[in-house]
């Protein structure tokens, strides 16, 4: 009866280990809505030993700067947080005052003085209506968290930066749509952003479309889980913690049962 | 018990006027258990564990949360960027609340294979039901909390299966919101109520231990306890088995807390509400899934929504339900093969529940769902009369420990 | 069953071992999970990065006094008359409670910045409009407990165990000073 009790017990735990796989991937599937399915690139930070690509994430950041910044905000993110992707503060003050902020003066006059490393990045527009008008009624998300709100983030948007091709025949586009083959419905309100050498990277780096879409993801990859490095370094010693928690305490139960057990 | 059984005399001093220690000897230490508990009875105290951190971590959490629709969805995220370890603690709360769930339907599922809601243990079954509706209102209010698109449209997509009461569900969904949408008012109930609720849990839970202590735990081959030699001292073999459980359980979740801490989160929740769009699919968090395929099984609003509750209504009167004296699986082989029927009838439940309702999907649904109510309301009350049970053991002790000497394990215990 | 009772102590030493390791380990771990959860509650990353603030001196007459707000407390600003700024050097050191000279506590000796909380139990003191009691040394006066401060935020008659604070600041021009 002992043996029928344990064969039942490891069917079991199979078959709810079974079910919860199905469960989440169903959740997954669902997120990605349409079945269009984009290249699956390997990133640095992917895998549970993953870690970020300082250089690549400074590219990227120059791309946002000097591409992305024009329409989309990063509110969530200060000047500051710049810190953990390689910069030092003399080189982040001077990035955070070429903004400006509003503020209030002793006079009660609303004026603006340069952007300090405790702001947020300032972002385009003063707010969502102003950001909607200037863009034909397409809203330009922030992207502070795009690659966590979107399902495969970073695929999904170096998917979709590369993804503007020539719209086939009998694809009609509207003015001020654009053909994209990754985005859900294929027409999107963003103009192709990244063309060759679109940008001057300092480090020599051939700037391609290609180029400058993985680095400015890695960049926005940060900007969603900024502590993902730390998050992954814990978990591995927590991890081991847990491990040898686990043996020992299924060695002290053996021991504490066994008398049990022999009678 | 002898009163020289404690020896500190600070703790004998106490105890002879507030007897918390021998109350906690008693229950804890010397509590009789039944020895042939399988790993499956890990997750009751798991499932303690869970509430205990959910607690700790929401109180911590909520020390920094802003309960304003302007402020709600940014002060998560500053949780999760500025403040100390912050995004360890929002992430331990975040998939705790699915770690809790997993480990209270194997409880539950468990209670169901082995007979533990017959006689004498009915009450200690309605109250686990009522936690688990709790669970589910605090979960779903938590869920609101974050202020992203799927909380603010699940709110108001749960908050409107009351509409669908004759009469007086449309004066009821506004008194729920407290307005005439989702909006502020009700965000600051949903946080007041998720706050208050998980000690309202504890409450609840107090009773099942109350109720589990009274006529002890059932055990895999569901018949009673005979004497000591049935069982061992809740401590040190409990204890250590449980500890070795939770260690297991936390490996489990540490990995989820730590390597994948969204995966079982949507991503549309890490956009911020917008009353003026909703996301191209929602779905409920995995955990209410099965219910929400119910809910959508039926083609009628007010049906649906009665349907959904009555699957866990059903559960509360399960002891009447089911009347054979057998309590476990094991000697009942037909209740067996219907239990896995319906083990995986809830998981096709949940995977219906996660894909759109068209189709081949609602067909399924509605099978999934009939089959469910079919399982508890004619299956249950008619299988004592067709199905021939197995016979039963004499005791625990003798069959399954393959007999030998009766020494008590208390006797062993006390040699040490 | 071990035969003898030797290598059974061994055995029973050795099961101890095993089960009091497991146990602090459980409690190594729950120890340390602990600090998370207190660690929270100090300051976040984005409060200490709004520790500086620039002031203006430029429109500030001599005896008149300005409050402006740093990591949210008030500060005090106020340009000293070479009155002021003598009684605050000359007086003798002797007598105080927590002996500081001017010097050391105001690098530009006609502007002296202090954090406005009482060093006693955290109150604001009077003393920064014209019409405020300054207490009977001419500098602050906390209402609260009667605490008297000088011409240099020294505690020189009540219960404060120590002068008003400093704040780290120092001069981007003149007139402009950063504290943090």
């Given amino acids: 009866m002992i043996k029928g009790s344990s064969c039942f017990f490891s069917n079991n735990i199979l078959k709810l280990l079974f079910s919860l796989v199905i469960i989440c991937s169903s959740n997954l599937s669902l997120a990605a809505g349409e079945k269009i399915s984009y290249p699956q690139l390997n990133w640095t930070f992917s895998g549970i030993l993953g870690t970020f690509d300082r250089a690549s994430q400074q590219r990227g950041l120059q791309v946002y700067k000097e591409v992305c910044s024009g329409c989309h905000g990063m509110r969530l993110l200060a000047y500051r947080n710049l810190k953990s992707i390689g910069y030092n503060d003399d080189e982040i003050k001077a990035f955070a005052a070429e903004n400006s902020v509003n503020t209030i003066n002793d006079d009660g006059e609303v004026v603006e003085r340069p952007a300090r490393p405790s702001d947020k990045f300032v972002s385009p527009y003063p707010n969502d209506k102003a950001a909607r008008a200037a863009n034909g009624g397409a809203y330009p998300p922030d992207l502070s968290l795009i690659v966590k709100a979107r399902a495969d983030g970073a695929n999904y948007l170096h998917a979709l930066l590369t993804g503007y091709v020539d719209a086939p025949a009998e694809k009609k586009v509207p003015d001020g749509m654009y053909y994209n083959k990754y985005y859900s419905g294929n027409l999107i309100g963003m103009p192709q952003p990244l063309y060759d050498d679109g940008v001057e990277y300092a480090d020599g780096t051939k700037a391609t479309p290609d180029q400058m879409a993985k680095d400015v993801t890695a960049f926005l990859a940060w900007a969603s889980e900024p502590e993902m490095e730390d998050r992954k370094q814990l978990g591995i010693s927590v991890m081991l913690f847990l491990l040898l928690l686990t043996a020992l305490s299924y060695f002290a139960m053996k021991q504490i049962w066994a008398p049990i057990k022999n009678q | ?416 | 069953m071990p035969k003898n009772s030797k290598s059974k102590n061994n055995n029973e030493g050795k099961r101890d071992f095993l089960i009091i390791s497991t146990y602090a380990m459980a409690g190594i771990g729950a120890a340390s999970v602990a600090w998370p959860l207190i660690d929270q509650m100090n300051p976040a990353a984005d409060t200490l990065a709004l520790a500086s603030t620039e002031v203006d001196l430029s429109s500030l007459e001599e005896g008149q006094a300005i409050t402006v707000t740093w990591r949210g407390k008030p500060v005090f600003v106020r340009h000293r008359t070479p009155e002021e700024i003598k009684l605050a050097k000359e007086v003798s050191l002797d007598e105080m409670r927590h002996p500081e000279t001017d010097e050391e506590r105001v690098p530009n000796e006609k502007f002296i910045v202090l954090v406005g909380v009482c060093t006693h139990l955290g109150c604001v003191p009077l003393g920064q409009k014209s019409g405020d009691v300054k207490g009977q040394y001419g500098g602050w006066f906390c209402p609260c407990h009667g605490s008297h401060y000088d011409h240099s935020g020294r505690i020189r008659k009540g219960p404060a165990p120590t002068n008003l604070e400093v704040p780290s600041y120092k001069f981007l021009s003149d007139n402009i000073i950063k504290i943090g």
Avoid at chain 2, 350 to 377: C, D, K, N, Q, W
């Fill in chain 2, 1 to 416: 018990m002898s009163k020289s059984k404690f020896k500190n005399p600070v703790v004998k001093w106490i105890d002879h006027r507030l007897p918390v220690f021998s109350f906690m000897d008693h229950e804890l230490n010397h509590y009789p258990t039944p020895k042939n508990l399988n790993y499956f009875w890990n997750f009751g105290s798991l499932a303690g564990f869970a509430l205990v951190t959910m607690i700790i971590t929401g109180i911590v959490l909520s020390m920094n949360y802003t309960a304003h629709v302007d402020y709600a969805f940014d002060s998560v995220e500053r949780i999760m960027r500025d403040v100390n370890h912050g995004w360890l603690i929002r992430y331990i709360h975040m998939n705790g609340a699915s770690f809790f769930f997993i480990v209270v339907y194997i409880h539950i599922f468990r209670g169901l294979y082995y007979g533990s809601y017959k006689a004498p243990r009915e009450l200690l079954w309605i109250l686990g039901v009522l936690i688990l509706l709790l669970m589910m209102a605090t979960a779903f209010m938590g869920y609101v909390l974050p202020w992203g698109q799927m909380s603010f449209w699940g709110a108001t997509v749960i908050t409107n299966l009351f509409s669908a009461i004759p009469l007086v569900g449309e004066s009821i969904v506004t008194w729920l919101w407290g307005g005439f949408s989702v909006d502020n008012s009700t965000l600051n109930r949903f946080f007041s109520l998720h706050f208050v609720l998980p000690f309202v849990i504890v409450g609840v839970v107090i009773l099942h231990l109350v109720a589990l202590h009274r006529f002890g735990s059932n055990n895999p081959i569901g018949i009673d306890v005979r004497g000591t030699q049935d069982t061992v001292p809740f401590s040190p073999y409990y204890t250590i088995k449980d500890l070795f459980g939770l260690s297991v359980f936390l490996s489990f979740f540490a990995a989820a807390v730590f390597f994948f801490p969204n995966f079982m989160g949507h991503p549309d929740n890490y956009i911020e509400a917008n009353p003026m769009v909703t996301p191209a699919h929602i779905v409920p968090e995995w955990y209410f899934l099965p219910f929400y395929a119910i809910l959508r099984a039926v083609p009628d609003k007010l049906g649906g929504v009665l349907f959904m509750f009555g699957a866990i209504a059903v559960l509360f009167i399960l002891p009447w339900l089911d009347r054979s004296p057998v309590r476990s699986s094991q000697f009942r082989p037909i209740f067996k093969i219907f239990f896995w029927i319906l083990f995986l009838d809830c998981i096709l439940l949940g995977y219906l529940g996660a894909m759109p309702a068209e189709g081949i999907y609602v067909i399924l649904s509605r099978i999934a769902t009939a089959y469910y109510f079919f399982h508890f309301l004619i299956l249950f009350p008619l299988l004592p009369y067709i199905e021939k049970t197995k016979p039963l053991p004499i005791s625990i002790s003798e069959p399954v420990l393959g007999g030998g000497s009766p020494a008590s394990a208390f006797a062993m215990r006390e040699k040490k």
